[in-house]
Every structure is written in C-alpha cells, then in structure tokens.
C-alpha cells in the first residue's frame, strides 16, 4: 500500500482546516446569510433553514404567538462546507395538536393555518463554533421584537431584512 507524501496532507488540511479551536476557519464568527421559512398545509409540517458563511456550533429558534407560550428548537448542521465555508442549519418540525405534546427538535404546536402563520414571531440565534456562545441573531416572520424583553429567550436586537437581490 502506497500512502500519500506527507506534504499533500499538509495541503489538505490548510484548505480544509483542522476543526479544532486555533484554526483560524474555526474560529471566524458566523453571519446569519438566509433565512428559508415555510409550512405546508398538506404535511402539517413547518421547514426552517438558515443559511450562514461560515461555520457554526448550530442554533437556536424560538417560535411564539406570545410569551404565554414559546417554544424552543435546536438548530442543527446540514451542510457544513469543509473549507470553514459556509454552514446550514435546519430544523423540520411536525404539528402536534396539543401544546403538551410538542418536543424539542421534532415537533410544534403552531399549526400552519393562515391565521396562526400571520400571528407567529421567531428568533433565531446562530452559535460561536468550539465555544457555543451566541453569534449572530434575527427575528423574523410576520411579528417581530415579540420576544423582546423575555427571560427565556437569548437578547437580539437585530431584524432579518430580505437582501436585495437586484432588479
């Protein structure tokens, strides 16, 4: 068996970064890039994708109608680029009728009907690779600033305003 001269591993792993705290792709502050909101009727199934330029340690979405009742959701990687590059996040979630029954990461109790879809705020709060502390934040949807002042979501100041892509 042949291997590989040890100067190509080096190559590789400059390009592809060591995935380690130090490594200077590692340890870039992620910027929220996209964000891809939607419900269908028909699955009852809500899909939020984030889209970042770097890498992340995932994230956190709230979804509210009002503080009475928020839920919260684990943001995880779907498509880490290995240069250190961009990362996406993404959570699905099924309706569940009863708000007791909601779970963490896999379903909600915010059906997708006109009327509650018009009503909803998120938040989203992207994590600082190695440590895991709060990066870069938006709120989003139809509601914004609903979470402002609440003690049991992260702070964000920040609104996601849709780039403008041109004519």
């Known amino acids: 068996m042949t291997r590989p001269p040890l100067l190509l591993l080096a190559a590789a792993c400059l390009v592809r970064g060591s995935g380690r705290p130090g490594d200077p792709l590692y340890d870039t502050a992620p910027s929220i890039t996209a964000i891809d909101w939607s419900c269908s009727m028909d699955a009852e199934t809500w899909m939020i994708e984030i889209g970042t330029d770097a890498w992340t340690d995932g994230g956190t979405l709230w979804m509210a109608r009002d503080l009475a009742r928020v839920e919260s959701f684990r943001l995880r990687s779907v498509g880490a680029a290995p240069d250190g590059g961009p990362d996406t996040l993404r959570t699905t979630l099924s309706v569940v009728a009863d708000p007791a029954d909601a779970e963490d990461g896999s379903t909600t109790s915010f059906p997708c009907t006109a009327k509650v879809r018009a009503d909803i705020a998120f938040r989203v709060v ?40 041109g004519p």
Request: with cysteine; aromatic share 8%; net charge negative.
């Open 126 to 165: 992207i994590r600082q690779p190695g440590s895991g502390d709060a990066g870069d934040c938006r709120d989003f949807g139809p509601v914004l600033d609903l979470f402002d002042g609440s003690d049991e979501v992260e702070p964000c100041d920040l609104d996601w305003d849709e780039p403008d892509t």
